[in-house]
T-cell receptor, first 116, second 105 residues
Framework: NAGVTQTPKFQVLKTGQSMTLQCAQD?????MSWYRQDPGMGLRLIHY???????DQGEVPNGYNVSRSTTEDFPLRLLSAAPSQTSVYFC???????????????FGEGSRLTVL | ELKVEQNPLFLSMQEGKNYTIYCNYSTTSDRLYWYRQDPGKSLESLFVLLSNGAVKQEGRLMASLDTKARLSTLHITAAVHDLSATYFCAVDMRFGAGTRLTVKP
C-alpha cells in the first residue's frame, strides 16, 4: 500500500527556473493539499483540492500553481523559482474534511527544494 | 484569519516527568488533530479529536479538546526518550508552529 507518494525527494533549482513537484495517492481520497515547512513556522497551506477539477488557495499561494485532473494526482508547479521558496514541501490527503469523515491527513515523505 | 498557537515551542524534559503542551486556536471548530514528526521525517497522525470534551489516550500521551475555550492539551506522562519529536496541532487545515520535545535521560 503506497499511500501518498511524492517525487522528487530532493531538488536544486536556480532562480527563475520552473519545476513540478508530483504527488499521487492510491487511497481514493477526495481531499489533497500541499504544505511548505520552514523552521519555526510549522506547516503552511499552499493550495488544496476537495475533488477532481476543484482547487483553492491556502495561506501562501503566491508563486505556485496546482491542478487536479484526476482523483489520484495533485501536482504543484513553481512558475519561476525564488530563493524564498527554498523549503520542504509536503503533500497530504484525506478521504474528506467534512461530515462523518475524520479529516485525518496522511502525508507524503516530503520534497526538499533548494533554490540558489 | 484562523490562528493556531502552540506553547511551549521548545520543551526539554527529564525521563519520568510529566508535562503538558497547549494548543489554542482562534475560530469555532469542533475538530482538532495532533501529529508527530521525527527529525527529517514526515508527519504521522497521533490523535483525532472530533467533539467538545473528547479525550484520547495512546500510551504515555493523552489529548483533550475544549471547544468552548478553543483549547486542546497534549499531556505527557512519565516521559521516555522515544517520545522525543516535534508535535503539531492542527485545526481546519491550519497547523501550529510545533513543539519540539526533547526527553533526556
Amino acid at each position: 500500500n503506497a499511500g501518498v507518494t511524492q517525487t522528487p525527494k530532493f531538488q536544486v533549482l536556480k532562480t527563475g527556473q520552473s519545476m513540478t513537484l508530483q504527488c499521487a495517492q492510491d487511497m481514493n481520497h477526495e481531499y489533497m493539499s500541499w504544505y511548505r515547512q520552514d523552521p519555526g513556522m510549522g506547516l503552511r497551506l499552499i493550495h488544496y483540492s476537495v475533488g477532481a477539477g476543484i482547487t483553492d488557495q491556502g495561506e501562501v499561494p503566491n508563486g505556485y500553481n496546482v491542478s487536479r485532473s484526476t482523483t489520484e494526482d495533485f501536482p504543484l508547479r513553481l512558475l519561476s523559482a525564488a530563493p524564498s521558496q527554498t523549503s520542504v514541501y509536503f503533500c497530504a490527503s484525506s478521504y474528506s474534511m467534512w461530515g462523518t469523515n475524520t479529516g485525518e491527513l496522511f502525508f507524503g515523505e516530503g520534497s526538499r527544494l533548494t533554490v540558489l | 484569519e484562523l490562528k493556531v498557537e502552540q506553547n511551549p515551542l521548545f520543551l526539554s524534559m527529564q525521563e519520568g516527568k510529566n508535562y503538558t503542551i497547549y494548543c489554542n486556536y482562534s475560530t469555532t471548530s469542533d475538530r482538532l488533530y495532533w501529529y508527530r514528526q521525527d527529525p527529517g521525517k514526515s508527519l504521522e497522525s497521533l490523535f483525532v479529536l472530533l467533539s467538545n470534551g473528547a479525550v484520547k489516550q495512546e500510551g504515555r500521551l493523552m489529548a483533550s479538546l475544549d471547544t468552548k475555550a478553543r483549547l486542546s492539551t497534549l499531556h505527557i506522562t512519565a516521559a521516555v526518550h522515544d517520545l522525543s519529536a516535534t508535535y503539531f496541532c492542527a485545526v481546519d487545515m491550519r497547523f501550529g508552529a510545533g513543539t519540539r520535545l526533547t526527553v533526556k535521560p
